[in-house]
T-cell receptor, first 108, second 114 residues
Framework: GIQVEQSPPDLILQEGANSTLRCNFS?????LQWFHQNPWGQLINLFY???GTKQNGRLSATTVATERYSLLYISSSQTTDSGVYFC??????????FGTGTRLQVFP | DAGITQSPRHKVTETGTPVTLRCHQT?????MYWYRQDPGHGLRLIHY???????DKGEVSDGYSVSRSKTEDFLLTLESATSSQTSVYFC?????????????FGPGTRLTVL
């Protein structure tokens, strides 16, 4: 099966800073999603983005399918952005494979 | 947010006992999934369902069975729980009327097997 590698594993920021999280895939995927797990354990879908660029408020994501990677940008970070960010992909539509996540801590 | 509930939210049980976790959705999504989350592993797919009575295995299905007799309910059963099945279990759904693949997660069930 495909391998999903996320970097960096940990990130510590001060409020207001920007950051870029990266996700690499060992093989092509046609289903790619980003999730945020807050400190209480809740998993929220951020983007469904098998290719191209999407933006939602301070968050945006870009996937370059031909090079098998995706980037998640967080601008003007806030303490509420803290948590773990996961990317996940699948070569077909159903069986997502998750990376091990990037743990983000944002301090005031 | 998608209407997904999981029950129970917390459970402590003993090795060798059967355990059933329930996932209930009110969104009429076609697909339902069970994942487990363990430190250092992210989330791993146990089983999923692509329709009533239609299920398939994920990457860590050994020791688990599932059933889906209604669109809204997806049950995960540990026939004889082991300590290695101590984990947080998440249910997810996808496949709305527009056919999108976006997955939405339930709140999770923390299971401890002593």
């Amino acid at each position: 099966g495909i391998q999903v590698e996320q970097s960096p594993p940990d990130l510590i920021l001060q409020e207001g800073a920007n950051s870029t999280l990266r996700c690499n895939f060992s093989d092509s995927v046609n289903n790619l999603q980003w999730f945020h797990q807050n400190p209480w354990g809740q998993l929220i879908n951020l983007f469904y983005i098998p290719s191209g660029t999407k933006q939602n408020g301070r968050l945006s994501a870009t996937t370059v399918a031909t090079e098998r990677y995706s980037l998640l940008y967080i601008s003007s970070s806030q303490t509420t952005d803290s948590g773990v960010y996961f990317c996940a992909g699948a070569p077909d539509t159903d069986k997502l494979i998750f990376g091990t996540g990037t743990r983000l801590q944002v301090f005031p | 947010d998608a209407g997904i509930t999981q029950s129970p939210r917390h459970k402590v049980t003993e090795t060798g006992t059967p355990v059933t976790l329930r996932c209930h959705q009110t969104e009429n999504h076609r697909y339902m999934y069970w994942y487990r989350q363990d430190p250092g592993h992210g989330l791993r797919l146990i089983h999923y369902s692509y329709g009533v009575k239609d299920t398939d295995k994920g990457e860590v299905s050994d020791g688990y069975s599932v059933s889906r007799s209604k669109t809204e309910d997806f049950l995960l059963t540990l026939e004889s729980a082991t300590s290695s099945q101590t984990s947080v279990y998440f249910c997810a759904i996808s496949g709305d009327s527009a056919g999108t693949d976006t997955q939405y997660f339930g709140p999770g069930t923390r299971l401890t097997v002593l």
